[in-house]
């Protein structure tokens, strides 16, 4: 990964890109996503006391709010299958569920138990009616009875009162459809596109060195020393000159696909919100690369037009030089045009080669204007390298140099040259290949501009619910019992791991059960050699960053990770918590391996042997924040390549599958063994499920040691609770595992056997067991004096001290 702030610092400057608008109304989704439960509680408790003096509205969609979060809200709207179960007053959220027969326990965050108070799986254990025996009581039955409620009928009386005009705000109504004036929106455009310039400053260097020598190498192969002027022959070669420096200046505007395909997502989400109009955004894009073309095409005909011996006036020497300028400016144009159309690398890519060669095919030196079938003359007449490879050879042929005639004719040599290619010996064919070239300059640019003011990303989210989902929704919803035979493979993982039907409401039946139930299945066909990894005095450190220099900073080194010890150990679950930019993921990637650059120092050992990179990669499994997988392959296959390329060559195949098998069980991927990984928030499998397909792909290697990088980020509380059993079992399994973990709800953070806990700078300050409801961690923070900062149930949610 490129150097750069952590993934919570960059979910905070999203947070912080939205705040800066003078907008009164905040809609805002997940936005704690990948944030430890500190920061989460800063953030929302800026927005809460902004929101109150502004007189403004804010709508926050959290994922496993910690209760402390929880309690900054004024508002609880809450959702199930689509229907409003609750919305108001955050006091009588609790009190509305227990006039329904539910109660929240002592240790249990309000917002699990609002996450899960609907669900048929986990509702039961809320039940607190002894009088009367527990049924599942659907969504629908919610929603009715909550507009009997004293707050749903305040609601209902409320908007039963019209509104009256005369006491709206004038603000509330814009006029303008964009914040600043047109000028003030195209000279912010103008000033970021300087500076991503200045930032990817390598890739137009490296264009320009690239350009550099490929015309040094063309003048060699062309030199002047060898090139004659003597016949049609001679003239042919010079043409093919000309038209392979067509070729390199509009192969040196390919990279604008990739250039503008990078920027698209953050254009595409500021247009959506009204930042600018799309031509504020493409006209920069176009001006400002303007030098930048004049300086590639000042290397290209420096070098070569006096080196390969083109007509010496320098009358025509400028004519080249601006005709390749227009050259260059209308495919980088067209490259442009090509990815907003497109708007996706390998399309955009596949696309661009492809007109690459049609225009090289209809151009007319590949296969002269007279040998073109009528039925693809329009292909020449449209393609710009014709009007180039015109205009080239008319500047040169009509020249000083070849105005010499040949015995046998009567015309000068030039026009002989041009006419044996198709090429009208006319001079104002200069010019009518410069106006056609700018033509299309003015014409990709507009396509561009219209591309990216009516199109939107080539990805766009479609959801789709299959058939078994939808029932699964409809039983919620309205109650009816779903009979087994129509839940199918899916919806006995999906649905059932356990039967809380019972009514009862003892801890021990709670979610925190459900986190640590497993199979109790250690042994598998595979054996594995159990492995602890210890680790003193880490540190680690990258060279300083020019900025901070710059600042008057002395020092040469960066230290991300300050004398960094401890040990995890093999059937032990180790969460790594802090908060962010703490160093979690870097003290993980140092211990894993994955660090190639910058200084590491201390020592690490594998069960006391000192550790080498390349036989640990062989022992050791790392699961990746963001999951990764083919979309076109199905959950098992995903399984079978990743075991047949990291298994040793002596497994044969069928033991192979009998592991594949188990795994799968393991982590409760068998009901889905043939189901499409798809896309991500389009098609296939969910978020959990690919984070435990993210574990699974680990697993068939056969590990002893096992590294995750927040596996419950992005997943609300029950959705973590299934990915954490499928992590517990693994634990259970004899394997060394390791967590780095935002914002865990109390059963999820209660399922771990130990704590690593970091501070921001690079530091542990907590190393050691939990114990049960924690007690070693309460007792250790009592031990500093802090436990009067600390409640009963927020204690855990924090997960992180500064």
Not at 49 to 66: E, K, N, R, Y
Not at 205 to 212: D, G, H, N, R, V
Not at 519 to 528: E, I, R, S, Y
Request: net charge neutral; proline share 4%.
């Amino acid at each position: 990964m490129l150097r750069g702030i952590s993934g919570g610092q960059k979910k905070r400057v999203t947070t912080a890109e939205m705040l800066v608008t003078p907008g009164r109304a905040l809609f805002m989704d997940e936005i704690s996503t990948g944030l430890d439960s500190s920061t989460t509680f800063q953030i929302v408790n800026s927005i809460r006391q902004t929101i109150h003096i502004i007189g403004g509205t804010a709508v926050i969609a959290l994922l496993q709010p910690a209760p402390e979060t929880y309690e900054l809200f004024d508002d609880i709207i809450l959702l199930s299958d689509g229907q409003v179960v609750y919305n108001g007053p955050r006091e009588h959220v609790l009190e509305f569920f227990k006039s329904m027969g539910f109660k929240c326990p002592e240790r249990k965050g309000v917002a699990d138990f609002l996450q899960e108070v609907t669900s048929r799986k986990d509702q039961g254990q809320y039940w607190i009616n002894s009088d009367e025996t527990y049924r599942y009581v659907p969504v629908k039955e919610f929603a009715e009875a909550f507009q009997s409620f004293h707050v749903g009928q305040a609601i209902k009386s409320e908007l039963a009162v019209p509104f009256d005009k005369n006491g709206s705000h004038p603000a509330a109504l814009k006029t303008s459809q964009y914040g600043a004036s047109m000028k003030e929106l195209l000279k912010a455009n103008i000033n970021r596109e300087v500076l991503l310039m200045k930032r990817n400053s390598f890739v137009y260097i490296f264009k320009a060195t690239q350009l550099t020598i490929m015309a040094i190498i063309a003048m060699t192969v062309f030199l002047r020393i060898n090139m004659h002027h003597d016949s049609v022959t001679d003239g042919g070669i010079y043409m093919g000159a000309l038209f392979f420096g067509i070729l390199m200046i509009m192969f040196n505007g390919l990279a604008e696909v990739g250039l503008t395909i990078a920027k698209l997502p953050v254009f595409f989400k500021q247009r959506n919100l009204l930042f600018f109009p799309a031509w504020t955004y493409t006209l920069p894009s176009w001006l400002i690369k303007t030098p930048l073309s004049l300086l590639n095409v000042t290397i290209w005909v420096g070098i070569t037009y006096y080196g390969i011996g083109f007509d010496p006036n320098v009358q025509r020497f400028f004519r080249q030089f601006l005709l390749l300028f227009l050259m260059n400016e209308a495919s980088s144009g067209l490259f442009r045009f090509i990815a907003g159309l497109a708007r996706h690398q390998v399309v955009s890519s596949t696309l661009g080669s492809f007109c690459i060669l049609i225009f090289m095919l209809t151009g007319g030196f590949v296969l002269a204007r007279e040998n073109v079938k009528k039925w693809w003359i329009w292909g020449y007449w449209i393609s710009p390298l014709m009007y180039a490879q015109n205009a080239l050879s008319v500047n040169e042929f009509l020249g000083h140099s070849w105005n010499k005639t040949i015995p046998g004719f009567k015309e000068p040599l030039g026009n002989l040259v041009l006419k044996s290619r198709g090429v009208f010996p006319d001079t104002k064919w200069y010019w009518i290949g410069a106006g056609a070239l700018l033509g299309y300059v003015l014409l990709f640019n507009i396509l561009y501009t219209v591309c990216l003011t009516f199109l939107d990303p080539f990805d766009s989210n479609q959801p789709t619910v299959s058939e078994e989902t939808l029932k699964i929704k409809q039983a919620n919803l309205t109650g009816e019992v779903l009979e087994a035979s129509s839940r199918g493979r899916v919806n006995n993982s999906t649905i059932a791991s356990r039967d809380t039907e019972d009514g009862s409401n003892d801890e021990s039946t709670s979610n925190h059960a459900t986190v640590n139930s497993s199979p109790g299945k250690k042994g598998m066909v595979l054996p594995f050699v159990p492995l602890s990894i210890t680790f003193d005095d880490i540190k680690y450190s990258v060279d300083m960053p020019q900025e901070i220099k710059a600042q008057g900073v002395a020092e040469s080194r960066l230290e991300l990770l300050k004398g960094i010890s401890g040990s995890f150990r093999p059937g032990v679950l180790t969460a790594l918590m802090g908060v962010s930019g703490a160093g979690k993921t870097t003290l993980m990637d140092v211990l894993a391996g994955r660090k190639t650059s910058g200084y590491i120092e201390g020592n690490i050992t594998i069960s006391g042997y000192p550790k080498k990179q390349e036989t640990f990669a062989r022992v050791s499994g790392y699961c990746e924040q963001n999951d990764i997988h083919s979309p076109n392959v199905t959950v098992y296959e995903s399984l079978a390549f990743s075991s047949w390329l990291r298994l040793p060559a002596n497994v044969d195949s069928s033991t192979r599958k009998m592991f594949i098998d188990e795994v799968m069980e393991l982590v409760e991927l068998s009901p889905l063994r043939d189901a499409l990984v798809g896309l991500p928030g389009v098609s296939g499998l969910s978020t959990e499920q690919r984070k435990r397909l993210t574990i699974a792909v680990e697993l068939v290697a056969n590990p002893s040691i096992i590294f995750m990088d927040e596996p419950t980020s992005g997943l609300d509380a029950r959705a973590a609770a299934i990915v954490m059993r499928a992590i517990r079992n693994t634990v259970d399994t004899g394997r060394t595992v390791v967590c780095t973990i935002h914002q865990p709800s109390i059963d999820i953070f209660e399922s771990f056997d130990e704590l690593f806990l970091m501070k921001r700078g690079g530091e542990e300050i907590y190393v050691g067991p939990l114990g049960r409801h924690s007690c070693e961690l309460i007792r250790y923070f009592e031990l500093l004096k802090m436990s009067e900062r600390l409640k009963t149930v927020t204690i855990l949610q924090h997960g992180c001290w500064k």
